[in-house]
């Protein structure tokens, strides 16, 4: 769907604080320019993930012992709702479900799931379930115990899929709308130490995308309910590093641009962002570029909404640099200087009303 003169954004940009006690930056979007106006900012705690609610009337974050909901204003500003523990480490993702009823909170730390109940003004209610994954990996660094790294409901609202980078594998649980309780039902298997870190679905549903930070793959599934189990098949192996290159790697990011037509992801030590186009009926992508981000360790990544910028979060670094792209003649240029942010770490752009 093509953007409309009149249609505005906002990016909330979230980030650790070491110094500066505001977690939550908010900038105004200008997607005629690419580039950013700051706006406001919110006093929080170690706000390392955000989420909307499925309507665009909440947004929620990681914080410190617990997670924390917000009002958004018609202009983009938040105004604070409620907090509510999670009787865990401090988490390190979280989503919705798709009738905005339950929250599910990712533990790395502590390798939990968390789930509570969204009540119906958008606070965060009570802990309806709680799971810690349990068992030995390998003995590498990241991979000899759970750490649990995103949750996220397949597009019919029936499985949620958890992403264990500490055990290579995400599993598969249902969930009980009413009980806002869940229960394993199956298990997507990655390679040995490969660490599955973050997950995105197609816009229609069908189509599972696995990104792993340490062999640095884009997995992709096909995904089928045949009315009792949740059927997975893995049509697609993306290996994501440039070619001939050298040297440790982290994959990071993976987010699809607004209209669902590009799937983007970021690469720290090689410090590179990649862009890849998804072919809408078969699920499977192709490299458009994998090109550098001109800052160290590019936590995040996101295309605005149009397809001609994007941004890349340089935790490392302390900035926020700015692109204009063209995907299908695969370039990317420097547009602007960049801006500096603190331990930038993720980056959601909303649009307004």
Do not use: W
């Amino acid at each position: 769907m093509a953007e409309k003169a009149s249609d505005r954004y906002v990016a909330y940009v979230s980030t650790y604080t070491m110094g500066d006690n505001h977690g939550i930056k908010i900038y105004d979007v200008n997607i005629d320019t690419g580039r950013f106006t700051e706006k406001d900012e919110v006093e929080i705690t170690n706000s390392s993930y955000l989420t909307t609610s499925k309507d665009g009337k909440h947004l929620y974050s990681i914080t410190d012992l617990g997670v924390e909901s917000y009002r958004i204003q018609p202009d983009g500003s938040l105004e604070f709702h409620n907090f509510a523990p999670i009787n865990g480490m401090r988490g390190c993702y979280l989503s919705t479900d798709y009738t905005d009823s339950y929250l599910f909170v990712a533990g790395y730390h502590d390798g939990k799931l968390t789930v509570l109940r969204l009540k119906s003004d958008g606070s965060i209610g009570r802990i309806t379930d709680e799971v810690f994954h349990k068992g030995l990996g390998s003995m590498a660094e990241r991979n000899f115990r759970p750490h649990i790294n995103c949750a996220r409901m397949t597009h019919d609202n029936r499985f949620l899929l958890v992403a264990d980078e500490g055990m290579d594998h995400v599993n598969v649980y249902s969930l009980d709308l009413k009980t806002g309780k869940v229960r394993l039902v199956d298990v997507i298997r990655s390679e040995l130490e490969s660490a599955p870190r973050h997950i995105k679905i197609s816009k229609n549903g069908k189509f599972i995308y696995i990104v792993h930070e340490q062999s640095c793959d884009i997995d992709v599934y096909s995904y089928e309910f045949d009315g009792k189990l949740p059927q997975f098949e893995k049509i697609q192996s993306e290996n994501i590093i440039r070619t001939g290159q050298g040297g440790m790697y982290a994959a990071s990011a993976l987010s699809f641009s607004q209209d669902y037509q590009y799937l983007v992801t970021s690469i720290a030590g090689d410090n590179s962002v990649g862009v890849y186009k998804v072919d809408q009926e078969t699920g499977l992508i192709k490299k458009c570029f994998l090109l550098p981000v001109a800052g160290d360790y590019p936590k995040d990544a996101e295309i605005l909404p149009g397809n001609k910028f994007l941004v890349s979060l340089n935790h490392e670094t302390n900035e926020m640099t700015f692109f204009k792209i063209d995907p299908e003649k695969g370039t990317m240029i420097m547009n602007g200087p960049a801006m500096h942010v603190n331990t930038p770490n993720c980056i959601l752009i909303q649009k307004l009303g």
